[in-house]
């Protein structure tokens, strides 16, 4: 007689196999995700096997989506056969930006297919109307049939489904949203996506951790994961690429949220740069790099005497752990006493800074403050910052430089380890240790 084959278990979130049924997935730790799956042989069908150098390559054609921002994300548009997954917060836009992109796709004459399994066709073909994007060529689909909807996938050259835990795949146990239907439908799109070679974009909802709600493995599936975000006392959105196999993952759009749609933002520094000409101490302004964005950032510092043992240290929009490093930097290795202060750091706008560039401005915002001491106006600082207190150079210097000279400023401190950058109208000061970025900055207003 023939054994009964095993019984695998397969978890829905990381994808790991095995034969024992638990409560806990051994390898990600996710509780109540093991489904049984029955065990098949492997195939013994031979694939043949190519050659790299004698596949036909060809660089894939995009389609653009008609707008700006969201087609520099992508790298450059959107890919035949290509999936995207774009995720966010409720409310924070993906679906008006994605109608806004498939009405501006129809507007040229191309069909599109607008499948909607959370909300009515006339609500749709309303909010259509609102941003002005109606068109003969924009088919809508709601409902959560996934099969009769994909059905209309034979004569459309873009299609967006909104969302993927909304819809449910025929034949597949469990509600929409549960890990096995995300799966489910996900695969089917894709594969239908890639058999049409339509490009297909996929709204999925966000947890309360900030992670895409479903398997872990849709992030697998898709060529492509975009991220929408915003805060919510501000109109304006970020887009950024978290996975991209087309493109970089560096690049950033930012829109800003209007009645009538979301609006792609062209001068992106003016976003975090009040442009006052007031002299405060405790500002330094830098150029940090968003992908390839330049953003003129604004760091403002505060430093209050204390009459605690220890003292507080609080920073927004920089790492905790870099200021306080920044912190004991300038304390020892240019002999300002900050053990007796309260330290408070912020990013002005709400913009968070991962780039090293800002280190120079942070230190020397740190130092303006202590001493109450404005910094010169018209100056931006442009330097990575080593526990030896030297100034290391920053990536694409140039770019920053031009951005700066662009926006008015009239002098920029770098790192004299950077390569002769000529900038008309920008005076290039060099320095290699931050003492002496501290002396260019603070001597003449002492003196």
Known sequence: MARDEPIRYVCADCGHMTTTRTGRCPSCGAWGTLESEASSAPSKRSVAARVVSAVDVRPPRRLSTGIGELDRVLGGGLVPGGVVLIGGQPGIGKSTLLLQAAGRVAGTGASVLYISGEESEAQVALRAARLGVASDRLLLCCGTDLEGALQNLWDVSFVVLDSVQAMRAEGEAGWPGTPNQVRAVAQRVVDAARA???????VGH???DG????PMLLEHMVDAVLTFSGEGYSSYRMLRAVKNRYGSTDELGVFEMREDGLIPVEDKSGLYWNRSDAAVSGVAMTIALEGTTPLAAEIQ?????TVFPYPRRTARGIEL????LLTAVIEKRCG???SGHDLYMNVAGGLSIQDPSADLAACAALASALRDVPLPGGSCWLGEVGLAGEVRPVTRLGVRLREAARLGFSRAVVSSRERNERVEGLEIVAVSHLNQALAAGLSRKEA
């Open 301 to 305: 510092t505060l430093a209050g005497p």
């Open 206 to 208: 966000i947890t309360k």
């Open 211 to 214: 992670r895409l709600a479903g």
């Open 336 to 338: 300002l006493p900050c």
């Open 321 to 324: 752990n870099r200021f306080q």
């Open 196 to 202: 049409g070679d339509v490009p297909a974009v996929l």
